[in-house]
Nanobody
Framework: QVQLVESGGGLVQTGGSLRLSCAASGISFRFSAAGWYRQAPGDQRELVARIVSGGSTNYAGSVKGRFTISRDNAGNTVYLQMNSLKPEDTAVYYC?????????WGQGTQVTVSS
């Protein structure tokens, strides 16, 4: 059974930092693309950052330069380092793993940035 478990969310002040982790089990992580998405109340889920198996990354314009996605294939974990956080970054953050024909989601972790 595939499981993605996010951690690292919480409450932080504007300008602060958080590091999210997503640990995968039941699946070989190495050949998967991994991404972080977020969803604020009343909004659609949106892509924040994505990293493919070769290591290439892409980011939403709103987080470029502030967030960094990385992966540890041996540890089956993907990370999201979030710096210079803003109140508009407040959302539930979800981890997603993609393989050909398969998509897996984590349960989400809440990030709240106070002004």
């Amino acid at each position: 059974q595939v499981q993605l478990v996010e951690s690292g969310g919480g409450l932080v002040q504007t300008g602060g930092s958080l590091r999210l982790s997503c640990a995968a089990s039941g699946i070989s992580f190495r050949f998967s693309a991994a991404g972080w998405y977020r969803q604020a109340p009343g909004d659609q889920r949106e892509l924040v950052a994505r990293i493919v198996s070769g290591g290439s990354t892409n980011y939403a314009g709103s987080v470029k330069g502030r967030f960094t996605i990385s992966r540890d294939n041996a540890g089956n974990t993907v990370y999201l380092q979030m710096n210079s956080l803003k109140p508009e970054d407040t959302a539930v953050y979800y981890c997603r793993l993609d393989r050909p024909g398969q998509v897996y989601w984590g349960q989400g972790t809440q990030v709240t940035v106070s002004s």
